[in-house]
């Protein structure tokens, strides 16, 4: 049975930092895309990161660039999210997702439960 599991959301104050996990089990993920996106309330889910555990290939979207950074531990099977210089905006239910390819919702086969991550003073 496939599982992600998301950890490390929490409140945090705007500029603060935090650091998301997801661990992965249950197959071998060598071939998959991992990705994060994130859900505002009365929003869709939107892409946030993605990183193919073959090469190490990253993708972003435009309003995190230069603010988060997607990494992997093979050895683990888990992939961080690391996000600093945090907005109100960034607010949403983050989740982990494995799939085949890039940054359309529709490509990745697994997901997380998802994990709340709270920016405000």
């Known amino acids: 049975q496939v599982q992600l599991v998301e950890s490390g959301g929490g409140l945090v104050q705007p500029g603060g930092s935090l650091r998301l996990s997801c661990a992965a089990s249950?197959?071998?993920?060598?071939?998959?895309?991992m990705g994060w996106f994130r859900q505002a309330p009365g929003k869709e889910r939107e892409f946030v990161a993605a990183?193919?555990?073959?090469?190490?290939?990253?993708q972003y979207t435009d309003s995190v660039k230069g603010r988060f950074t997607i990494s992997g531990d093979n050895a683990k099977i888990t992939v961080y999210l690391q996000m600093n210089s945090l907005k109100p905006e960034d607010t949403a239910v983050y989740y982990c997702?494995?799939?085949?390819?890039?940054?359309?919702?529709?490509?990745?086969?697994?997901w997380g439960q998802g994990t709340q991550v709270t920016v405000s003073s």
């Open positions: 997702a494995a799939g085949r390819a890039g940054t359309n919702i529709h490509s990745y086969d697994y």
């Open positions: 249950g197959r071998t993920f060598s071939s998959f895309v």
């Open positions: 990183i193919n555990w073959n090469g190490g290939n990253t």
